[in-house]
Nanobody, 127 residues
């Protein structure tokens, strides 16, 4: 079982940066891929980024590629999403998620790929 808690959201201006954190409890976090998703008002939840269990592979949605960076610290059981050059269209609730299956590789862009979810943190980017 993995429990996830996001933090670091807030209100920023276009062009600013934010770093989201995802603190995990449970011994298996360091062995599984984690993902980041977001959901804007009135829209479906969408994939943002994923990072493999050892941080060796990362995948990004085209809309954030080159601006967002996913990382993780398995000693601290924490994942991060560094968001630079934020745009108003990045406004959403951001969720972190973790898979149940150990060590497998892949982009894992679907919500169904993940078994565990955090409660979300709001990011608002003003123009």
């Amino acid at each position: 079982q993995v429990q996830l808690v996001e933090s670091g959201g807030g209100l920023v201006q276009a062009g600013d940066s934010l770093r989201l954190s995802c603190a995990a409890s449970g011994r298996t976090f360091s062995s599984v891929t984690m993902g980041w998703f977001r959901q804007a008002p009135g829209k479906e939840r969408e994939f943002v980024a994923s990072i493999s269990w050892n941080g060796g592979s990362t995948y990004y949605a085209d809309s954030v590629k080159g601006r967002f960076t996913a990382s993780r610290d398995n000693v601290e059981n924490t994942g991060y999403l560094q968001m630079n050059s934020l745009k108003p269209e990045d406004t959403a609730v951001y969720f972190c998620a973790a898979r149940r299956i150990f060590g497998s590789a892949g982009p894992y862009v679907r919500q169904d790929d993940y078994a565990y979810w955090g409660q979300g943190t709001q990011v608002t980017v003003s123009s």
